[in-house]
T-cell receptor, first 116, second 113 residues
Framework: DTGVSQNPRHKITKRGQNVTFRCDPI?????LYWYRQTLGQGPEFLTY????????KSRLLSDRFSAERPKGSFSTLEIQRTEQGDSAMYLC??????????????FGPGTRLTVT | SQQGEEDPQALSIQEGENATMNCSYK?????LQWYRQNSGRGLVHLIL?????REKHSGRLRVTLDTSKKSSSLLITASRAADTASYFC?????????????FGSGTRLLVRP
């Protein structure tokens, strides 16, 4: 399967713990996006990378959140000192921006985080 | 924050009927996209319509865009039970080089066999 993959699919953690999620985009895609989705709502943008550079962060991304994309390949999203309000589905998407832009984003299955 | 709203929030129809979902948004856009999400899964891209287009077709899908009213509609013809899912519109804001998507709140569609 050459789609976007995310690990883990589910994570249950206790409040105050740190968690890290991983996203593997489609290999030739140069853009990678993180979104957060709460129950009954549409996804909300968190941050994005152009290759290895993080170019924009949403105000939703507090200082407890950090994202990286070393070498412009996979990406990690870390949440420190988790709070119950962090419980959500975290979605990763990738796209190819360049000479032939389709503007379509390809989404992974998401990581569902539950903070108890 | 969400870009706009979708209407209705939930829709239940019989297999074979048509389903129409509406989306309103707030800012000027480059394009508007529709995505489908099955329960507990990621989103799948359905169709993209550019700001200078008024109507687009893809199989059983028909999308319209009215930029003067900042609204779009998605029509699914001859619905099937497999069409049961949540449908989201998403906009790419004009002059935003990030191409990030701003999603609506979604319409939950149930197609009864």
């Amino acid at each position: 399967d050459t789609g976007v993959s995310q690990n883990p699919r589910h994570k249950i953690t206790k409040r105050g713990q740190n968690v890290t999620f991983r996203c593997d985009p489609i290999s030739e895609h140069n853009r990678l996006y993180w979104y957060r989705q709460t129950l009954g709502q549409g996804p909300e943008f968190l941050t994005y990378f152009q290759n290895e550079a993080q170019l924009e962060k949403s105000r939703l991304l507090s200082d407890r959140f950090s994202a990286e994309r070393p070498k412009g390949s996979f990406s990690t999203l870390e949440i420190q000192r988790t709070e119950q309000g962090d419980s959500a589905m975290y979605l990763c998407a990738s796209s190819l921006v360049g000479t032939s832009e389709s503007r379509e984003q390809y989404f992974g299955p998401g990581t569902r985080l539950t903070v108890t | 924050s969400q870009q706009g709203e979708e209407d209705p929030q939930a829709l239940s129809i019989q297999e074979g009927e048509n389903a129409t979902m509406n989306c309103s948004y707030k800012t000027s856009i480059n394009n508007l996209q529709w995505y489908r999400q099955n329960s507990g899964r990621g989103l799948v891209h359905l169709i993209l319509i550019r700001s200078n287009e008024r109507e687009k077709h893809s199989g059983r899908l028909r999308v319209t865009l009215d930029t003067s009213k900042k609204s779009s509609s998605l029509l699914i013809t001859a619905s099937r039970a497999a069409d049961t899912a949540s449908y989201f519109c998403a906009t790419e804001a004009r002059m935003d080089s990030s191409y990030k998507l701003i999603f609506g709140s979604g319409t939950r569609l149930l197609v009864r066999p």
